[in-house]
Nanobody, 122 residues
Framework: VQLQASGGGLVTAGGSLTLSCAASGRTISNNGMGWFRQAPGKEREFVAGISWSSTTYFTDSLKGRFTISRDNAKNTVYLQMNSLKPEDTAVYYC?????????????????WGQGTLVTVSS
């Protein structure tokens, strides 16, 4: 599976962005998917996950501002980010698991996209 993340960019605080993660090589409809982010000087952290059945999981601090969804017909997973804050600035990575369920642990994923940079200015 190859994953291509896109949609990052520069946005002012309070704005919104939607990230896309397009998969190729095989269908991801039966795979758990996740989004992670890594800010400069910090460890990679879990943002959101979605299972094969579209059950969603979020880091508690982001719940209510971020939404994860999947479109199996397009083999794509999305991360809708609202009310963005400067502390959301990071490189955002999508990942696919061989398992049908997502995980908060990055070791639970087998395939990673290249990352897309989100910069939120104050």
């Amino acid at each position: 599976v190859q994953l291509q993340a896109s949609g990052g960019g520069l946005v002012t605080a309070g704005g919104s962005l939607t990230l896309s993660c397009a998969a190729s090589g095989r269908t991801i409809s039966n795979n758990g998917m996740g989004w992670f982010r890594q800010a400069p000087g910090k460890e990679r952290e879990f943002v959101a996950g979605i299972s094969w059945s579209s059950t969603t999981y979020f880091t508690d601090s982001l719940k209510g501002r971020f939404t994860i969804s999947r479109d199996n017909a397009k083999n794509t997973v999305y991360l809708q980010m609202n009310s963005l804050k400067p502390e959301d600035t990071a490189v955002y990575y999508c990942a696919a698991s061989r398992n049908p369920y997502s995980s908060r642990d990055p070791t639970g994923y087998n395939y990673w996209g290249q990352g897309t940079l989100v910069t939120v200015s104050s």
